[in-house]
């Protein structure tokens, strides 16, 4: 199983036993479950339905790839499919100084 297909299978269900790593979930899964507990506006500003690495969405491309591919809160992309968190974690309370926004590459503010 890869980490977008046990993370989508983590927030599809309860964690199980295999997620659980020294105490704790996995950063990848840790930020899934964040955002997806968040109130919507501490994310609003970083939700998209586009994936900002491939530029598709689930208008553009076959609903079963892009499922497998990206891991989707409702039709927004909260991760990528080259793995890049696109809720910045900082506002859903995970400390990340390396996280770069990437609104302003889009043009967005």
Avoid: Q
């Avoid at 295999?18 to 506006?41: D, K």
């Amino acid at each position: 199983m890869t980490k977008i297909e046990e993370t989508r299978y983590v927030i599809g269900a309860e964690v199980h036993a295999g997620a659980v790593e020294c105490g704790g979930l996995p950063p990848l899964l840790r930020y899934c479950e964040a955002v997806t507990g968040a109130f919507l506006t501490d994310v609003v500003a970083w939700l998209t339905e586009e994936c900002t690495e491939c530029g598709t969405s689930l208008r553009t491309a076959s609903e079963a790839r892009f499922r497998r591919d990206h891991v989707l809160l409702g039709r927004f992309v909260i991760v990528g499919c080259e793995g890049y968190w696109l809720v910045n974690p900082n506002a859903v309370g995970i400390p990340s100084e390396a996280w770069n926004d990437w609104r302003p590459h889009f043009g967005i503010e």
